[in-house]
């Protein structure tokens, strides 16, 4: 965990108590009673000093939400969410957060220890009530070090990087024009409700033909805290422009809110490139997946110009449930999109997630690569589009999706789309569905290595090709998370 | 010393050993001959560790400490090492990355430090050179679209940077042609050493002139049932083991 560690020595280098009044209190007095409501919307809306039409927005959301219902064609199965009992605004901290670590869950404490994550971060991540860490760490990125200096280089190369609260306030027409742009309004029952409460998340602009000097990461945004449960991002790439985005963190993180439902829109001009990774790690819930985050998640982007690229690459190993599909939209012409997937399962977990490549443009390729891992007993969905309208003149995809078994308790399924309205498409689709063999674990351990570092080893190879898309340091850590992830998961 | 008595094992129920006898002492070269369905696959298994392969009698110590105590990576730390028939295939893991993880698992499963990667590529390259294997096939996946000859010399390579105190050899000629077949037992016969026993477990006598053993035993029916010195192996070359398959019946 450079990134972790990193923040919590420099937290230790600076006098913690300047930052230990007014943040907090401040998060006490904003919260929104329980349930959603035309007035929950507005007090959200008022308490980020929206400007009018930004409210409209919102309210527009919320009023075509209340039409809408809760999809239920993903392989995942979960108890009824009662909407009218969740915080759609700074839950208050009491609402199920433990009071000490001891009221954590042992396993996840065990992983953080595994993962060399000092004690009070490991509050932090826990969510324990009033754990001082929390604050001083966003205090860290709200004043003096990594923000300031970030933000300096960035403004230089004329890169826009801050919480889109802030962006609606700041750059008001460029949010306005973007904003839904990629995600409608109306696109389904999650980015709605998103649409309407959505808390806080990253907007990225990158000028045209300014390569952005640095990987962006959520890890050095300001105000990082309670943007989780609807999370939502919006980054523009203008013409000729290039950015490296990356989310998440690898070391599991809990919320006292269960439902996330994030929204992403990437936005792709005439020759811009968009590479967004993620490693996604919400606590997964315990033995029986109970307490586990829903993780409800719309990301998609628009190759909008000439020969645009996207690229989405994702290690997801946590939450109880997963329902999310990076798609690309490939409008321009010669645009290209690509999907690098690692989802692996285990314990209780159920994850439906997979892409789509929509092909409107002449000339334009997709590519995806998805490797699901279910272990323990676990259901892994790959659900995937590739369509080619019409006018997709010379389309042309690759897909290739395997599964690994570990066990013989769990489930792998694989749920291809594929629509192709031009004879000139062509579309290539290879899946297999494998088990690791006793015979491979035995001959691992012939050789010395414990069941454990067998099964790691054998699952990073499988691994391996979606690994390499991710930046260095972040690949690093994945591999040590996917082996952390596989833990007990045989015999 | 590797000790194996009176050993009984089962597999779903069917006993496969039924009272094996066997003392390999350093420095030995044994032969294990026998006819299909003999057992002589099982014994190596059941060595080993695999599971799926009951011990319901007798006992196997390795330098006095019982095998059947040990999970099948600590076997493999202590030295026991199998050569196998049929050398399993990982996709995407590097010859290379498989050596050393098992080469630093086994080191610190003894209380050694790992090897430095430039240590570790000094000692891999001299052995690899060795058996003709070159520094392409270490990069690609294990055992991945190797032919039979590269698999088994792979064997081989392994047994060498792991540097076993017993090797167990099973069926290392099937698959091979000749040439392959002598590069192998070249191999082998460089690993010879005094405080080194091995296990060569053969259905033919032909790697026998490649490799050649100090006491040959005849397997039949779970035991075993004649041993001698390296002549007996010709002897079963030329009379087949009709005799031995009904002798045990």
């Known amino acids: 965990m450079p990134a972790v560690q990193e923040t919590v020595e420099r937290v230790r280098q600076i006098d913690v108590d300047q930052y230990k009044y007014g943040f907090v209190t401040d998060i006490e007095t904003e919260k929104a009673p329980q349930g959603l409501s035309e007035e929950i919307v507005r007090f959200i809306s008022a308490r980020k000093e929206e400007p009018e039409w930004m409210l409209e927005w919102r309210l527009d959301a919320y009023r075509r939400w209340l039409t809408m219902r809760e999809p239920t064609w993903a392989k995942v199965d979960y108890p009824k969410i009662n909407y009218d009992e969740l915080y759609y605004y700074a839950a208050p901290k009491n609402f199920v957060a433990p009071k000490s670590l001891d009221d954590v869950d042992p396993e996840l404490l065990r992983t953080y220890e595994k993962l060399g994550i000092p004690l009070r971060e490991q509050e932090m991540l826990a969510g324990v ?336 090709e979606v690994l390499q898309h991710l930046p260095m340091e972040f690949a690093v850590e994945a591999q040590k998370l996917i082996s952390i992830s596989l833990e007990g998961s045989v015999g | 010393m590797l000790e194996i008595k009176n050993l009984h094992a089962s597999v779903e129920d069917n006993e496969i050993l039924k009272g094996l006898d066997l003392v390999i002492k350093p420095g030995e070269v044994h032969a294990i001959m026998g006819p299909n369905g003999s057992g002589k696959s099982t014994l190596s298994y059941v060595l080993a560790g695999k599971e799926d392969y009951e011990v319901t009698e007798g006992s196997a110590t390795l330098d006095g400490e019982d095998l059947f105590e040990l999970e099948a990576d600590e076997r493999a730390a202590k030295g026991l090492f199998l050569a196998f028939q049929y050398p399993l295939e990982i996709p995407g893991v590097a010859t290379m990355t498989f050596l050393k993880a098992a080469l630093n698992a086994q080191r610190r499963a003894r209380g050694e430090g790992e090897l430095s990667t430039p240590e570790f590529m000094k000692q891999v390259r001299e052995k690899a050179d060795g058996l003709g294997i070159s520094t392409e096939m270490l990069k690609r996946a294990l055992n991945v679209g190797f032919s039979g000859g590269e698999k088994k010399r792979n064997e081989i390579l392994q047994m060498a940077l792991l540097e076993p105190k017993y090797c167990i050899l099973d069926e290392t000629d099937s698959g091979l042609d000749i040439d392959a077949l002598k590069i192998v037992a070249e191999g082998v016969n460089a690993l010879r050493a005094k405080d080194r026993g091995f296990l060569v477990i053969t259905h033919y006598q032909r790697l026998l002139d490649h490799i050649v053993p100090d006491i040959v035993h005849v397997m039949s029916k779970g035991r075993i049932v004649r041993t001698g010195g390296p002549e007996l192996a010709h002897e079963l070359e030329a009379k087949g083991y009709a005799d031995y398959v009904g002798a045990a019946a």
């Not at chain 1, 690229?311 to 997963?322: C, D, H, K, L, R």
Request: proline share 3%; net charge neutral; charged share 20%.
């Open chain 1, 129 to 464: 009530e009033g754990a001082g860490s929390r604050v001083a760490v966003d205090a860290v990125f709200d004043s003096v070090s990594v923000a300031t200096t970030f933000k300096k280089e960035l403004a230089a190369a004329g890169v826009i990087f801050m919480p889109i609260s802030e962006a609606i306030r700041e750059y008001p027409e460029l949010v306005r024009k973007y904003l839904g742009s990629v995600v409608p309004v109306t696109d389904n029952f999650f980015a709605t409700l998103n649409s309407a409460v959505f808390s806080d998340g990253s907007f990225v602009y990158v000028p045209k033909g300014v390569r952005c000097p640095m990987e962006l990461s959520t890890y050095f945004r300001i105000n990082e805290r309670n943007t989780g449960q609807f999370e939502r991002t919006l980054i523009i790439a203008d013409e000729g422009s290039y950015v490296s985005y990356l989310e998440g963190c690898t070391a599991p993180q809990r919320d006292e809110n269960q439902l996330h439902a994030a929204v992403v829109e990437l936005i792709a001009l005439d020759n811009a490139e968009i590479k967004y990774s993620t490693v996604q790690n919400w606590y997964p819930g315990d033995v029986e997946g109970k307490g586990g985050i829903y993780n409800f998640v719309t990301k998609r982007g628009d190759c909008r110009g000439r020969k645009a690229k996207i690229s989405w690459t994702q290690v997801e190993t946590g939450s109880a449930i997963t329902w999310k599909y990076p798609s690309c939209i490939l409008r321009g012409d010669e645009s290209q999109g690509e999907f690098y997937s690692i989802a692996i399962s285990n314990g209780r977990q159920q994850v439906d997630s997979g892409t789509k490549m929509i092909h409107l443009g002449k000339n334009t390729t997709s590519k995806i690569i998805s490797k699901g891992i279910a272990a323990g007993k676990s259901e892994n969905t790959y659900r995937g589009l590739v369509s080619a309208h019409r006018k997709a003149t010379n389309a042309r995809n690759f897909t290739n999706c395997d599964s690994l078994l570990i066990g013989d308790q769990c489930g792998a399924h694989t749920v291809p789309y594929i629509e192709a309205k031009t004879s000139t498409a062509i579309f290539e689709h290879e899946a297999t569905t494998s088990k690791i063999a006793e015979d491979q674990l035995f001959y691992c351990q012939q050789r010395g290595l414990s069941e454990e570092e067998a099964i790691a080893l054998i699952v990073n190879g499988f691994v391996k």
